[in-house]
Every structure is written in C-alpha cells, then in structure tokens.
C-alpha cells in the first residue's frame, strides 16, 4: 500500500572544508541538495511472528521511496568578495565547488 505522491521541495545545505581561511588559501565548498522532483512516496510494511505456544506479535515501519532517480541541480556561488568558483564535480545530490581566496577588494 503505498500514499499520494507528495509535494516536496528542493533543499540544499553549504559546507566548507574549514571555518578560516588565509589569502592564498584553497576552499573547498560541498553543496548538499535534494531535487523537488524525485516525488517519493511512503512504503508501509507490517511484519508478524509467532512462538511455538501461538502468541503473535507485529511490527510496522515506513521507508520512502523515490520514484524518480535524483538529478544533478545547477549549483550557482557567489561571496561578498566576488570571489570565482570552480564546480569540480555535480553527483546527484552533491555538488562540490573551489575557489582560491583572493584578498578582498578595497573599501
């Protein structure tokens, strides 16, 4: 038995490889997603077991279920520095940028 496909929208976490950075200095950036359009569905399964004497006993779980393959998203960056970033890699779901750190530009 399965329930009415539901809505769902994208999602996306940053994370950088450090929290301080000298100018020079390498950064790394993972964007973490999930693309709105797996539409998943829940997956409800029962289980039962019985002992010799007869007494039965149940157990449920529900697991989700994408019924689209998860697409690569185009991950877009900018900083307050206007910094360039690189994509190096777009997985399904991770995408992972860098960008070397460039002094900032004179206020």
Do not use: F, W
Not at 32 to 52: K, M, N
Request: charged share 10%; no cysteine; net charge negative.
């Amino acid at each position: 038995m399965t329930t009415p496909v539901q809505t769902v929208t994208p999602t996306l976490e940053l994370a950088t490889d450090k929290q301080v950075y000298d100018i020079g200095d390498l950064l790394t950036l993972t964007a973490t997603y999930s693309d709105g359009s797996v539409a998943p569905v829940t997956l409800s399964i029962t289980a039962s077991a019985s002992d010799a004497a007869g007494n039965v006993v149940t157990a449920e779980i529900d697991v989700t279920v994408n019924t689209q393959v998860q697409q690569p998203m185009q991950v877009g960056v900018s900083d307050s520095s206007g910094q360039q970033y690189t994509l190096v890699s777009n997985e399904a779901g991770v995408a992972v940028l860098t960008t070397t750190i460039q002094a900032p530009p004179a206020s």
